[in-house]
């Protein structure tokens, strides 16, 4: 019997709708989460761009961030780009309180520079014949990438997009652009993990 | 739309849409700037006094000085916003130079011209402009606003403006999605604005960029207030560090504004709050004190 799939987008603060449009458009159900005990109802989730220190704020207490920790355990991916990307990673300088650390990448907030220096740029995707349009906004960059991550994207020979076994880090914007390869390719992830609980 | 598709616009609005549900909080220095990060504000707004002190000591109100903004972008990691006087794109010129994240153009300050808004397309950094109807608001965002918010009445600690022009923008918007083709043009003269931008929020029955609220706004209930009547991320200013506990009121809001359509979650961060602002009722104060009149 096939379950039809929910995915649960963290709507604490950021570009939770830009994700959520993004969703309707590929006609897959989706919910906002903002408290712990909502994560119970959805397959995946995913941690949409903003403000990485606001966002943690928020998984402070209530075990929220020890929730989110266990699901891709569970067989429920977790997808985050720009801020979210950031909670995901391992290794992150002057964050003032500790993320989610499920990425083994060290990350550098802001790296870019300030949002004079951020851009629309184009780069290479494994999930994509020819070129996929990047969106950086005051975006980080990864530093480091362990020896169990996947690169499945770089632009300007830096990794942009990595995998690392049910958890997809992005950081640039696949949501602010009409490309929905890696929201697919996310998703295609989150029915496979499915199939195989059934 | 044309405008729409442009890389530079595009980034723009980007920055604006990473600010939804968020708190961008007022700031008169580094050590209040780090205080509003550590609250959980998505970002800060540095000016050199806040609403409610420009509205008491008056005299002319400018950009602030870049002195202070450089401390506090050193200060903080979230984006920081500063303030420019109405039609000063000389001032703008200095905040983009000294690299600001986003450039307020306000009523707050002393308009230095009364008839033009800056052109706001000539500028890499987005700006984000106040208006009090949805006329305003497309005449900005035609000039190249990637961002809008309501002006309510700054410095007042009255959310009452902030409601009045909450609803008449997402009411008029909402009129607009039922009116045939044809009617729109005489719509868009009415409304003082581009027909092409009319058309679109006729489609989508939204505005074109991040619509957040602004002017007034005191405490928990007030964010809970505005967000649920359409906005999609708020400004505080004098309402946080003219309070008795600006921490603790700081964190209290960024809680309900974030969970603002649970009482439950307001209640709990409106309790054992400190004093609010004393606050001004706008309907005391004379025609020409008030600062949402500037700009048109």
Known sequence: MKRKMKVGVLALQGDFEAHARVLDRLGVEWAYIRRAEELRGVDALILPGGESTTSLKFLEGDGFREAIRRLPAQGKPLFGTCAGAILLAQEVAGLPQPGLGLVDVAIERNAYGRQLDSAVRSGWCALKEGELEMVFIRAPRIRRVGPQVEVLGECEGEPVLVQQGNCLLATFHPELTDDTTIHRHFLELVRMRQTEKV | ?296
């Open chain 2, 1 to 296: 739309m044309k405008l729409f598709q442009d890389e530079q616009w595009r980034v723009k609005v980007g920055l604006a849409e990473m600010l939804k549900g968020g708190v961008i909080m007022d700031v008169t220095n580094a050590e209040q700037a780090r205080i509003a990060e550590q609250a959980g504000g998505c970002a800060v707004m540095a000016l050199e006094r806040v609403p409610a002190d420009i509205r008491k000591e008056g005299g002319v109100a400018r950009m602030a000085s870049p002195k202070i903004i450089r401390e506090i972008m050193q200060t903080v990691t979230i984006p920081v916003m500063a303030k420019v006087r109405i039609g000063h794109f000389a001032e703008a010129q200095v905040l983009e130079a000294l690299e600001v994240d986003f450039i307020d153009e306000s009523e707050v300050l002393t308009p230095a011209d009364e008839e033009n808004h800056v052109n706001k397309k000539l500028f890499r950094v987005p700006f984000v402009c106040g208006c009090r109807n949805l006329g305003e608001a497309l005449r900005r965002i035609a000039e190249g606003a990637a961002m809008i918010r309501t002006k309510g009445e700054a410095g007042s600690g009255d959310v009452v403006e902030a409601v009045r022009h909450m609803r008449a923008i997402v009411g008029h918007m909402k009129r607009l999605t039922v009116l045939a083709k044809e009617e729109l043009m005489q719509e868009a003269k009415r409304l003082g604005a581009p027909l092409e931008l009319v058309e679109w929020v006729a489609e989508h029955g939204k505005l074109p960029v991040p619509n957040f609220s602004a002017g007034g706004i005191a405490t928990p209930a007030d964010a809970a207030l505005v967000r649920q009547l359409g906005a999609e991320a708020i400004f505080v200013g004098s309402g946080i560090f003219k309070s008795s506990d600006p921490e603790r009121r700081a964190r209290a809001i960024v809680h309900a504004n974030t969970h603002y359509n649970d009482p439950k979650a307001v209640l709990e961060a409106s309790a054992d709050l400190g004093e609010a602002m004393k606050g001004l009722d706008v309907r005391q104060l004379d025609e020409k004190e008030l600062l949402q009149t500037r700009g048109r």
